[in-house]
């Protein structure tokens, strides 16, 4: 098995759609991210978590949400979809012992 | 700002070649640098890394040079390989006022010719 885990795989919505993307890890990492991946654009961060008690914020949080349900668990929610949401979307994690992160497979996610 | 960028957005070699890819990083701060592969459809995974206090690190058929003068990072893979076609990012640790993070590059697609 992974060590992160996403699901789905790949997603096609809706505009004006809930959708939520789930990750799970089986590292025992305190921090979980996620990212989003456009071409060209590389990896943006949206928002990160260093324990279960811990949410902050990326750099393009606007229109997701995220709940750290468990310190193995971290989805993140469009509550609202828009076609420019359409992308790859990665999870990650991290621990204090060494600054990489380990990523999950991605979700390929369509809003049309 | 922060920013770390690459200054080729796609890179063709000849199998058997050697591949270098280069990233420029803004933070003189910076003290620890990572490279990742991403093949297609999978997420980024981890190739190599080097600490602020080193110019130099080797690994399998993978260096990783540093120069903080300039501020500029470099990937060599020798003897390129098929398997080698990915898109390589760098990334940058920012540590500040306690909280820790990396900052990633765009990416460069790396592909090999036969």
């Known amino acids: 098995d992974a060590d992160v885990t996403q699901t789905p795989r790949n997603r096609i919505t809706k505009t004006g759609k809930r959708i939520m993307l789930e990750c799970s890890q089986t590292?025992?990492?305190?921090?979980m991210y996620w990212y989003r991946q456009d071409p060209g654009l590389g990896l943006r961060l949206i928002y990160y978590?260093?324990?279960?008690?811990?949410?902050n914020k990326g750099e393009i949080s606007d229109g997701y949400s995220v709940s750290r349900q468990a310190q193995a668990k971290f989805s993140l929610s469009l509550e609202s979809a828009i076609p420019n949401q359409t992308a790859l979307y990665f999870c990650?994690?991290?621990?204090?012992?060494?600054?990489?992160?380990?990523f999950g497979s991605g979700t390929r996610l369509t809003v049309v | 700002g922060e920013s770390v960028g690459l200054h080729l957005p796609t890179l063709s070699v000849q199998e058997g070649d050697n591949s270098i890819i280069n990233c420029a990083y803004s933070n003189s701060a910076s003290d620890y640098f990572i490279w990742y592969k991403q093949e297609s459809g999978k997420g980024p995974q981890f190739i190599i890394d080097i600490r602020s206090n080193m110019d130099k690190r080797q690994g399998q058929r993978v260096t990783v040079l540093l120069n903080k003068t300039v501020k500029h990072l470099s990937l060599q893979i020798a003897a390129t390989q098929p398997g080698d076609s990915a898109v390589y990012f760098c990334?940058?640790?920012?540590?500040?006022?306690?909280?820790?993070?990396?900052?990633f590059g765009q990416g460069t697609r790396l592909t090999i010719n036969p």
């Open positions: 990650a994690t991290s621990d204090r012992k060494w600054y990489g992160y380990t």
């Open positions: 978590s260093f324990d279960v008690k811990d949410i």
């Open positions: 990334a940058e640790n920012w540590s500040r006022q306690g909280a820790q993070k990396l900052v």
């Open positions: 590292k025992g990492h305190d921090r």
